[in-house]
């Protein structure tokens, strides 16, 4: 089944993307399960650490936070391991066993220090199931990049000309391929 692609810069716009086209397939009544994971910034516009929602039941909990002390460190930010696991295991079980879309944003290298995401992650992409994947420009982990191209996909490179234009066509073109397959008209 396909995978649907979605890179770029920093700050260029791919969870935007992401929220919108996840928000057009649920509305239409498709079952998506996955994460993602926003940055949170204080009322000074400080960048404080990120979170992990379940895309399913929209619980959420911390994936990093900045000074956190822990064993695996991404610059500034410390993993919270045990509650981000604990979030990532059960959203993705859910999205393999109920979901007829899975989205995840996104796939990088503070996500990948995380044993529990690449183990799902693996469930994940070996699964007969379309996929919406955020991929961080820098991500190099060659076993992961293998299993993603695996199978047809179909990957965007945001760019400030493509993105207005890629919001507006993008998340109904996938609900039309998706609705096709799933057969929910
Ligand atoms: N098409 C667009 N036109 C103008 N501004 C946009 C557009 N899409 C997103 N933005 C703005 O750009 C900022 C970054 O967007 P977003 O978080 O989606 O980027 P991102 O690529 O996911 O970032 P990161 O790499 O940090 O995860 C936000 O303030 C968002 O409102």
Redesign the pocket.
């Known amino acids: 089944m396909k995978n649907y692609i979605i890179t770029?810069?920093?700050?260029?716009?791919?969870?935007?993307?992401?929220n919108n086209i996840i928000n057009t397939l649920k509305k239409s009544g498709i079952i998506v399960g996955g994460i993602k994971s926003p940055?949170v910034r204080d009322s000074k516009g400080i960048r404080i650490g990120f979170k992990i929602i379940d895309l399913m039941s929209n619980e959420e909990g911390w994936l990093a936070r900045r000074n956190h002390y822990s064993t695996i460190k991404v610059g500034k930010y410390g993993i919270v391991l045990e509650e981000s696991s604990r979030i990532i295991r059960e959203a993705l079980r859910k999205a393999l066993e109920k979901a007829d879309v899975i989205g995840i944003?996104?796939i990088g290298p503070m996500e990948l220090k995380i044993n529990v995401f690449r183990t799902m992650l693996e469930q994940v992409l070996g699964s007969n199931k379309p996929k919406i994947l955020?991929i961080h420009y820098r991500l190099r982990d060659r076993s992961i990049l293998d299993k993603i191209y695996k199978v047809e996909n179909e990957k965007y490179i945001?760019t400030e000309h493509n993105?207005?234009l890629l919001?507006k066509v993008l998340p109904r073109k996938i609900l039309m391929e998706i609705k096709e397959i799933t057969n929910k008209k």
């Open positions: 770029g810069r920093p700050g260029i716009g791919k969870s935007t993307l992401f940055e944003d996104e955020v945001l993105r207005d919001n």
